[in-house]
């Protein structure tokens, strides 16, 4: 009897409801597809009931496997972690999810001894971003206060890493690459250009990577830069791989970081894609879909048909749904918001401060210095998600989707008894990655709940907690904690474990006879987020107030425009698109000085939608 369910009567998991258009997606076996799907469309968990149908009907068998590869870490996470939960263990151990960093690195790492012979790095060198923090510290410590006589190339990837290596290469290069293999460090436009070289010139790799991958996930399709397009076309153009690439061209934000506007039409024309358009929004009340659609008409070029989306949520908005404010200064402003957070949570009692949102165009920090008191007067926290715990380490919103800081905070949960059903299965899931053993069989589980036991044995809060994560790691072994999760080969292990132990700690010593409150604090649920447009995407909050929404702070929309400059002006307008679809109830906008972005206001305007705040009593 087969161990797979036929096709005919496999159905989604989780509740997940399926329209014509989902099922189609969900069990297309033939063709690639380009999925276009706008805020609040569910894509997310349309991959995962996708990677579900595949993996359980048998229609991606043993040892075949699903790749999906997505731009940002927490969204590679976030589909994974959906995989698991609806898969079980055994299926969800054949889909692999990355960002297209961690597959390069893999890539350059495994096969790096078929790199050009110039090229000396060997297998075990260390990941850095080569910035102005990574340099300060490097000519500080490595140097001796010295500046390197290589900075200026190092700081260019066009100089130091073009994407084919197997070109002659410059004596300035060379000393660059041998300078980074002798100190066995490469930044990651290196490893991209290690990874497409070595795909590029040795077939052996590429059909080894096609014999692994039947399906390729590609999320977040509209951020793809040239160079990751271009590695992915080496490996799966003209091939049996069948690839899904999921995204919304309307939240095309990373322009600045070499995001291609023409991803969807490459597609299409080399892959003979299928575009399908997704056009539902789950997440926000019937007014908020109705601006959303209001903004797509102007951000959809005259040639092209808007795609207007549908809200499937029946329930009516509440009565204040949109606004827009203005103050006479910063600390008015947020003493506004404040009280205002604090009423609706007292009108409606299951709502949490971590369930409203401080959006900004940028400069968190700055706002987030000007604020945080004012908020602390009203008995609210104010958590900046972009700041780095420590310098040189991991910022907040990145350290809660680490794997390890997970599998830390789940067993201080454990460990201290405050740990719901969900939690102690996502624990269970972590620890059967580590070990092995399998949830299903009742012998392995019974060894797996003694395993989990022994890690949380570890830890003992009257010490700190460095010393618990130091033991858990040595317990685990760093060895089987780098070949399950690749990302901690270099020094990230290092950063994450510092990261954490201070993040915590600090909640701890705030908090020392309240360990529930530490633990929550560190997780941020009893704080207000404050965090900037591209740390904003992809997630969703019941309130979303659009701070420091003034002229001065959309000077690149402004000047995009002095300059008639089509293509910024759309990047601009799509940063300001994604910003309001966060909101699933409540949508305002506020600032305290400057004048109101004109364009945008225009945008608002035209709607008829948002109408002034009220005053507070």
Do not use: M, W
């Given at each position: 009897m087969s161990k797979y369910l036929s096709a005919e009567f496999w159905e989604p998991s989780d509740g997940f409801i399926t329209t014509k258009t989902a099922e189609k997606i969900i069990k297309e076996n033939q063709k690639n597809l380009s999925i276009l799907a706008g805020p609040g469309a569910g894509k997310t968990e349309l991959l995962a009931q996708r990677a579900n149908f595949l993996l359980q009907t048998g229609a991606c068998k043993s040892p075949q496997r699903i790749l999906a590869l997505s731009f940002k870490v927490d969204a590679a996470a976030n589909i994974k972690n959906r995989v698991d939960l609806r898969c079980g263990k055994e299926l969800a151990r054949r889909f692999d999810s990355s960002t297209f960093d961690a597959f390069f690195i893999s890539v350059a790492r495994r096969f790096s001894s078929l790199l050009p012979d110039w090229v000396e790095m060997q297998a075990d060198f260390d990941v850095y971003p080569f910035d102005r923090n990574w340099w300060d510290d490097y000519e500080r410590t490595e140097l001796g206060g010295q500046p390197c006589k290589y900075r200026s190339t190092f700081r260019n990837p066009d100089l130091h890493s073009p994407l084919d290596l197997s070109d002659e290469p410059d004596d300035a290069m060379v000393k660059v690459w041998d300078y980074c293999a002798e100190n066995k460090i490469a930044d990651y436009p290196m490893c991209r250009s290690m990874a497409f070289t070595i795909i590029k010139n040795h077939s052996q790799v590429r059909s080894l990577i096609l014999s692994t991958y039947k399906y390729l996930f590609l999320d977040e399709f509209q951020d793809t830069t040239d160079p990751q397009y271009a590695f992915v076309k080496a490996i799966f153009r003209d091939s049996g791989t069948i690839i899904t690439a999921v995204g919304d061209t309307n939240q095309m934000i990373m322009g600045w970081a070499g995001a291609n506007p023409k991803n969807f039409e490459n597609f299409k024309k080399d892959f003979n894609s299928e575009i399908i358009p997704l056009a539902v929004n789950h997440r926000s009340n019937s007014k908020i879909v109705d601006l959303i659609n209001h903004v797509i008409k102007d951000l959809t070029p005259p040639s092209e048909e808007p795609i207007i989306y549908e809200g499937t949520r029946k329930d009516p908005p509440p009565a204040q749904c949109m606004g827009a404010k203005d103050f006479d200064d910063a600390e008015s402003e947020a003493e506004y918001i404040s009280k205002y957070i604090n009423f609706l949570m007292s009108k409606t009692p299951s709502l949490l401060p971590s369930d409203f949102v401080l959006i900004l165009r940028q400069k968190a920090q700055d706002y987030f210095d000007q604020a945080n008191e004012t908020f602390q007067n009203n008995g609210l926290n104010l958590r900046n998600e972009d700041a780095l715990v420590v310098k040189n380490g991991v910022k907040i919103q990145d350290l809660m989707s680490e794997p390890l800081s997970i599998l830390w905070i789940l067993l201080i949960r454990y460990k201290t008894g405050f740990i719901n059903y969900t939690q102690e299965k996502e624990l269970e899931r972590v620890a059967s990655y580590l070990t092995g053993y399998d949830l299903d069989q009742d012998r392995d589980y019974k060894k797996l709940r003694k395993?989990?036991?022994?890690?949380?044995?570890?830890?003992?809060?009257?010490?700190?907690?460095?010393?618990?994560?130091?033991?858990?790691?040595?317990?685990?072994?760093?060895?089987?904690?780098?070949?399950?999760?690749?990302?901690?080969?270099?020094?990230?292990?290092?950063?994450?474990g510092k990261s954490f132990c201070l993040l915590f700690q600090d909640a701890l010593d705030k908090n020392p006879k309240d360990i529930k409150q530490a633990i929550e604090n560190y997780e941020g649920t009893n704080q207000v987020k404050l965090m900037t447009i591209h740390k904003s995407k992809g997630l969703e909050f019941d309130t979303v107030f659009f701070v420091d929404f003034h002229d001065d702070s959309w000077w690149g929309l402004r000047q995009a425009i002095q300059r008639k400059n089509e293509e910024k002006q759309r990047e601009e307008k799509n940063s300001f698109f994604v910003g309001l679809s966060r909101a699933e109830e409540r949508l305002f906008f506020t600032k305290s000085k400057g004048s109101w972005p004109p364009v945008i206001t225009g945008l608002l305007k035209g709607s008829s939608l948002v109408v002034s705040m009220p005053d507070l009593a």
């Open positions: 395993y989990i036991a022994d890690l949380a044995s570890c830890i003992d809060l009257s010490n700190p907690i460095e010393n618990a994560v130091a033991k858990i790691v040595k317990t685990v072994g760093k060895a089987k904690i780098k070949a399950i999760f690749p990302q901690y080969r270099s020094q990230h292990l290092n950063k994450v």
